[in-house]
Each structure stands twice: as structure tokens, then as C-alpha cells.
């Protein structure tokens, strides 16, 4: 079944230690984006590419980078992760000018 | 930002009776969009209704949207406990596709 897949589902890091979250899907969509999803609160955009077009939020703090090395992959790294960014992350992924967008199951990011 | 208000923020009904979840929003919108959340998984796109449209129906789904109010709700009936989650409205900015989601509605129904 195509679908857009998160590893890891929860990944534990230390206070100021890089980590990437990765997402890959086999829909073929051009358009990809990261959530940021905190406890009982709206998911909120981060970035999102068309194609390797990059376009950052403008209020996403500079700690959060991501890369498109293909169509099928997208990465988001977390510089130097702070308590504050322990949040679920969504990655989801639509077709260009199409509204609907696709989900992955999340990655939830502890940090200690 | 965040463009919508979701109203209750949470709800408890029986299994059988109808949900009803209410989202009003700021700006102007091309369409706006219901998704679903199961705990702790990724959200699920439910109905999508246009800004031209009043109405919409999917399955045991109801959508309204009323642009001069700049609100929308979601109707579930017949409700069942696997419909338990939150819903989130969503709509776009700008016509930009970009989602803004409003403060999600959470959901229990009991069995």
C-alpha cells in the first residue's frame, strides 16, 4: 500500500545532542511538509519542500534544518534539541496545488 | 498562528448517539478540511468542503460551512467507539495549500 512512513516512531535524546527524524513515502508526492504537534495542542507547520524547493516557516527557530535528498525521503535535524522541542512530529506529503494532505504516523521526540 | 477555534475542546457522548464539532475561523478561505487523530498517531484526512459549498456528506459524515460566519461543523451519527479521537479542522492560507489547524475537538464515545 503507498503510504508515507516515520523511523523512528519514538526516539530519546539528550539536551543539546543532534538528532534527525526521517520520512519517507511511496506515494510520489512533489510536496512534503513537517509538523510540529505538542501535547493536546494544533499541529503546526515547520517547512515544507515542493520538489527540492525549500520553504521555511517564518517563525521556525534556526535549531530546526531538513533535507530532500530525493522525491521519496525527507529529513528533519534538530541542531541542539531543547526540553521545549519534545513534541510528536508529523510529516505529511500532498500533490502539488492538491489540497489533501497525507500523514505519517509521527515520530514522538523525548528529550532528557 | 493559528486560524481556527474548535469548540467543544472536549466531548463524551454514548456510542450511537451524534457528535457534533464546531470550527470557526479568522481570514478567508478556499476550503476547509476535517481530519482525524487516533492517540498518539498521525492525522487522517476525513471531507474537504469548498468555500462555495454549504454542505457535504461522507458516509456517516456531515459538513457544513457557513463562509459569512466563517465557521464549519462536523456531524458524526450513529457514533461508534473506534470514532473516539481528536478531529481538527484545517484550512488553507493564502491559497497558498499550506494548513492551518484550529485547536482540535476531543472525542470519547463509550460503549
Known amino acids: 500500500d503507498a503510504m508515507v512512513i516515520q523511523n523512528p516512531r519514538y526516539q530519546v535524546t539528550q539536551f543539546g545532542k543532534p538528532v534527525t527524524l526521517s520520512c519517507s513515502q511511496t506515494l510520489n508526492h512533489n510536496v512534503m511538509y513537517w509538523y510540529q504537534q505538542k501535547s493536546s495542542q494544533a499541529p503546526k507547520l515547520l517547512f515544507h519542500?515542493?520538489?527540492?524547493?525549500?520553504?521555511n516557516e517564518a517563525d521556525t527557530p534556526d535549531n530546526f534544518q531538513s533535507r530532500r535528498p530525493n522525491t521519496s525521503f525527507c529529513f528533519l535535524d534538530i541542531r541542539s534539541p531543547g526540553l521545549g522541542d519534545a513534541a510528536m512530529y508529523l510529516c505529511?506529503?500532498?500533490?502539488?496545488?492538491?489540497?489533501?494532505?497525507?500523514f505519517g504516523p509521527g515520530t514522538r521526540l523525548l528529550v532528557l | 498562528s493559528q486560524q481556527g477555534e474548535e469548540d467543544p475542546q472536549a466531548l463524551s457522548i454514548q456510542e450511537g448517539e451524534n457528535a457534533t464539532m464546531n470550527c470557526s475561523y479568522k481570514?478567508?478561505?478556499?476550503?476547509l478540511q476535517w481530519y482525524r487523530q487516533n492517540s498518539g498517531r498521525g492525522l487522517v484526512h476525513l471531507i474537504l468542503i469548498r468555500s462555495n459549498e454549504r454542505e457535504k456528506h461522507s458516509g456517516r459524515l456531515r459538513v457544513t460551512l457557513d463562509t459569512s460566519k466563517k465557521s464549519s461543523s462536523l456531524l458524526i451519527t450513529a457514533s461508534r467507539a473506534a470514532d473516539t479521537a481528536s478531529y481538527f479542522c484545517?484550512?488553507?492560507?493564502?491559497?497558498?495549500?499550506?494548513?492551518?489547524f484550529g485547536s482540535g475537538t476531543r472525542l470519547l464515545v463509550r460503549p
Open positions: 481570514t478567508s478561505i478556499n476550503n
Open positions: 519542500y515542493y520538489d527540492k524547493d525549500f520553504n
Open positions: 505529511a506529503t500532498s500533490r502539488w496545488q492538491e489540497e489533501t494532505q497525507y
Open positions: 484545517a484550512t488553507d492560507l493564502d491559497s497558498s495549500y499550506k494548513l492551518i
